[in-house]
């Protein structure tokens, strides 16, 4: 197999190998092979130019990478090729500030948007901004051209439109003191006897121009007045053949670089393209003018225009429409004002007695709105729209093209990013232009893009540098003439078979061709890419990697080193297979400013306690010392009881360990744990003995195991207690044999009382008991007289 063949399965294999990667890096993902390409691929790419830069087993390509990546390889930033893009503005007349009675102006000096023309040069991926004005400016010249249909069914609306040109110049002189005015007519293509009876009608025509645009208003009176109907066979007119030719014959019209109006009034709908074939006409619309004195020669020749050619024309020519149409047709014509960007539909009376009123309302409605729009964009070139409206409204995307609400004088502005994707495939500037709709200024931007870098113009062809002038040496690499391959073009695909390549791209005979990791070009191994800009091989068989090394923390040598062939190679104070030992000591330092207290040895930034009785992070927490207990005491007898002298600053002093209750003593933790434990016995004021446990885990963290009920023992110590409550009840019972005495003293007091006014108050009867006998006998002598 010769080298051809060779080449052909290394690039399908590294294809394969790039498709089977996830998103990720670009710039690696490219394979640019020359400082041109990797520009191209992304604003995030650059090359780097240092010749010493690629390491053995690397390939050219593997210069293109992210910036940052660069810089961590060894790339300085003087080395690194990454052109920016730029803009420069060449016309930027400020938009125009004028008041009405200022004087009038020429429309050609007059400037409602800013700027006007600018460069940009860009690279792939990188937006270039700039910002665009717009001015509605006051007392802007108007062109107004009235297109009516003069088929039968507006007869009676002729009528009214004959004194339009003297009612309408002195409406419009309200609004601006430049105001022409042009009329032309149409009917439909040209047939035979389209009229029936004794009507006055002439045979009918397509588009007529009857007054180019002017100032004179009874001029426009008087051509109107000398107009008849026509008549045509069907109900739809040919309306879109008049608006084509008033668009694209701006000569005949008379159209000025101002505002530009397009009033079409009629009452029926329209024809379009392809309805022309029922009159065996089938040749599309050309979109060209065919005016000749005044009429329109080709209706017989080509079919209406599409509504997509209308718009095209209509918008290349600054022209808004405003269509008058009766009631009766509104909706057909409210869907075409969707498609036709800049119109406007008013709803004509039966008479059109109302059609200055809907002129002018339809011009405030149309002027009050500005909208953007671009040319067509060169292939794979974007443009996005940034509004920033009246009142502070903002709008992006498609909302971001426009502002509404506008009056005269007032300013709107716009931010405009333009990126591009790619280099086109000529290489060479390209122009789009940017305007309001309806209006006939624009912004001219050049494009111009960035496809190559600035070292590229500095390449050297034939260099010795590329063995013996077999390429251009160029950006710090050797880009190969035809026929060549290697880093330094060393190789000739016709002079190198397979068998040859692989023997030298094998490890210590080994069968493995560059390890599995690269492929063998022109007898040298070059590595394959990683998906991770991070990640590399390297090595003259690619054993070599920067990614296998030992982790710590899940970082690649702890993140305080680097891997060079799997290997961690430290930074200074650091150790380890991993980096993950600090040789810093100041960590181990005690409150004594001895290391580990003196009590241990400092190892990676930690202390090993050699002292079994000391703990801690500096190996000075002793939690079985003397003293341990009555440390403790207090926030032990807060936390578990709520008692102690610090019950009342319980959670400020004593929340540094964990307490964990128990319910007997027999649950505490019991000596021979991993950590040492201390064992404490504390009596309380009321000579209550209180449990606990103190010790530091392994954690380094203070754990207390209290017994959570008090041991109040019994005996002699309690007959103060009973004593005292005696005392207390016999003082109670005797309080209240008092208390008892003196209620029933007051009782008696008081029915005593009761009674000696009961006694003065009774009254007695002297009648005798008709039963009581007295026991007194009286007797009288009956000798007594009295003597």
Known sequence: MDLKLLLISTSLGVICYSSAQKEGNECIKANAKSCGECIQVGAKCGWCMDPEFLKQGEATLTRCDELESLRKRGCSSAKVENPRGSQLVLKNKAVTNRNKGEGKLRPEDITQIQPQKLNLSLRSGEPQSFNLKFKLAE????????????SNSMKDDLENVKNLGTQLMVEMSKITSDFRIGFGSFVEKKLLNPCTGDQNCTSPFSYKNVLT????????????????????????????????????????????????????????????????????????????????????????????????????????????????????????????KNLIPKSAVGTLSANSSNV????????????????????????????????????????????????????????????????????????????????????????????????????????????????????????????????????????????????????????????????NNGDCVCGACECKKRESPEERYSGMFCECDNFNCDRSNNKLCGGHGRCECRVCICEANWTGSACDCSLDTTTCLASNKQICNGRGRCECGTCKC????????????????????????????????????????????CSYFNLIKVKDR?????????????????????????????????????????????????????????????????????????????????????????????????????????????????????????K
Not at 256 to 282: E, P, Q, Y
Not at 703 to 726: K, N, R, S, Y
Request: hydrophobic content about 30%; charged content about 25%; glycine content about 8%.
């Open 139 to 150: 007392d802007y010249p108007i062109d107004l051209y009235y297109l009516v249909d003069l």
């Open 666 to 786: 027999d649950k505490l933790p019991q000596p021979g744990q991993a950590f040492p434990l201390m064992h404490c016995k504390e009596r309380d004021a009321n000579d209550c003995w209180f449990y606990y446990t103190y010790a530091v885990n392994n954690k380094t963290e203070k754990e207390v195991h209290v017994v959570e009920t008090l041991d109040c023992p019994a005996g002699p110590d309690i007959i103060p207690i009973v004593a005292g409550v005696v005392a207390g009840i016999v003082l109670i019972g005797l309080a209240l044999l008092l208390i008892w005495k003196l209620l029933m003293i007051i009782h008696d007091r008081r029915e005593f009382a009761k009674f000696e006014k009961e006694k003065m108050n009774a009254k007695w009867d002297t009648g005798e008991n008709p039963i009581y006998k007295s026991a007194v006998t009286t007797v009288v002598n009956p000798k007594y007289e009295g």
């Open 213 to 336: 645009l002017t100032s004179n208003g009874q001029q426009f009176n008087t051509l109107v007045g000398q107009q008849q109907i026509d008549e045509n066979l069907d109900s739809t007119e040919g309306g879109f053949d008049a608006i084509m030719q008033v668009a694209v014959c701006g000569e005949h019209i008379g159209w000025r670089n101002v505002t530009r109006l397009l009033v079409v009034s009629t009452d029926a709908g329209f024809h379009f393209a392809g309805d022309g074939k029922l009159g065996g006409i089938v040749l599309p619309n050309d979109g060209k003018c065919h005016l000749e004195n005044n009429m329109y020669t080709m209706s017989h020749y080509y079919d209406y225009p599409s509504i997509a050619h209308l718009v095209q024309k209509l918008s290349d020519n600054n022209i808004q429409t405003i269509f008058a149409i009766t009631e009766e047709f509104q909706p057909v014509y409210m869907e075409l």
């Open 610 to 653: 050699t002292d079994p009785k000391f703990q801690g992070p500096t190996c000075e927490i002793c939690p079985t010392c003397p003293g341990v207990c009555e440390q403790h005491k207090e926030c032990v007898q807060c936390r578990a009881f709520g008692t102690g002298e610090k019950k009342d600053t319980c959670e400020r002093d």
């Open 356 to 515: 200055i009123n809907l002129i002018i309302d339809a011009y405030n409605s149309l002027s009050s709105e500005v909208i953007l729009e671009n040319s067509k964009l060169p292939e794979g070139v974007t443009i996005m729209y940034q509004s920033r409206c009246k009142n502070g409204l903002t709008g992006e995307g498609e909302m971001g093209r426009k502002c509404s609400n506008i009056s005269i004088g007032d300013e709107v502005s716009f931010t405009i990013s333009i990126t591009a994707k790619q280099c086109p495939e000529i290489g060479k500037p390209e122009s789009i232009k940017i305007k309001p709709l309806g209006f006939n200024e624009e912004v001219e931007i050049t494009l111009n893009f960035i496809c190559e870098c600035d070292c590229h113009k500095d390449g050297i062809e034939n260099s010795e540098i590329c063995h013996n002038g077999n390429g251009t040496y160029e950006c710090g690499a050797c880009r190969c003439n035809e026929g060549r391959i290697g880093r330094q073009c060393e190789c000739s695909t016709n002079e190198v078979t397979s068998e040859d390549l692989d023997e030298s791209c094998r490890k210590d005979n080994g069968t493995d061709i560059c390890s």
